[in-house]
């Protein structure tokens, strides 16, 4: 079993639609951040999240400590969404720094 | 602010061949991550610096794998002899500290025949 597991692995929405992307860890963590990569490999960090809700433009990632689960929200989806979304978590301090441990990925797909 | 740059953007090379993907991090950024992603996975560390001394190499294929960060700035991350499951595209980041949000390169994509 993964320390980080994503769910789903493949979405494809219609244009507008509520995009929930979900992540389950099962390690002790400082940080959880969400990435977006577009084809050709470069990545985008978009959120960094240690407890709560972040929101930025049409993207929302909240966090939930108790549960060790995160989701990552994209209100009224566009095409140019289209990317693989990566959650990728952090150890603590005292044991490894920042080093991060990354999901596989959900590949969305939004069509017009 | 410039971003985190890496070239070749692209290598293709035979297998037991020698290649070498450099990268230059943020300016300031003390901490310098190189990770290697294999399609349909998420990245994977493979050696992460702390100005110019490493702080975790354990995934690091030390056999064929090295990477150094001599004056704490300017990355390098060479593989020789390259096998063919080292295709892959390979990431760098930094960070201004431990902690804090890593800011990626484009990758250095490596296609080994």
């Known amino acids: 079993k993964n320390e980080v597991e994503q769910s789903p692995q493949n979405l494809t929405a219609q244009e507008g639609e509520f995009i929930t992307i979900n992540c389950s860890y099962s390690v002790g963590i400082s940080a959880l951040h969400w990435l977006q990569q577009h084809p050709g490999g470069g990545i985008v960090s978009l959120f960094m999240?240690?407890?709560g809700k972040k929101k930025h433009g049409r993207l929302i990632a909240t966090i939930n400590i108790q549960e060790k689960h995160s989701s990552l929200h994209i209100t009224a989806s566009h095409p140019r969404d289209s990317a693989v979304y990566i959650c990728?978590?952090?150890?603590?301090?005292?044991?490894?720094?920042?080093?991060?441990?990354f999901g596989e990925g959900t590949q969305l797909t939004v069509n017009p | 602010e410039a971003g985190v740059a890496q070239s070749p953007r692209y290598k293709i090379i035979e297998k037991r061949q020698s290649v070498a993907f450099w990268c230059n991090p943020i300016?300031?950024?003390?901490?310098l991550y190189w990770y290697q992603q294999i399609l349909g996975q998420g990245p994977k560390l493979l050696i992460q610096f702390q100005n110019n001394g490493v702080v975790d190499d354990s995934q690091l294929p030390k056999d064929r794998f090295s990477a150094e960060r001599l004056k704490g700035v300017d990355s390098t991350l060479k593989i020789q002899p390259a096998k063919l499951e080292d295709s892959a595209v390979y990431l760098c980041a930094s960070t201004q500290d431990r902690g804090k949000t890593q800011y990626f390169g484009p990758g250095t994509r490596l296609l080994v025949l």
């Open positions: 300016s300031g950024h003390a901490t």
């Open positions: 990728a978590v952090g150890a603590g301090w005292e044991t490894s720094g920042s080093r991060l441990t």
């Open positions: 999240l240690s407890s």
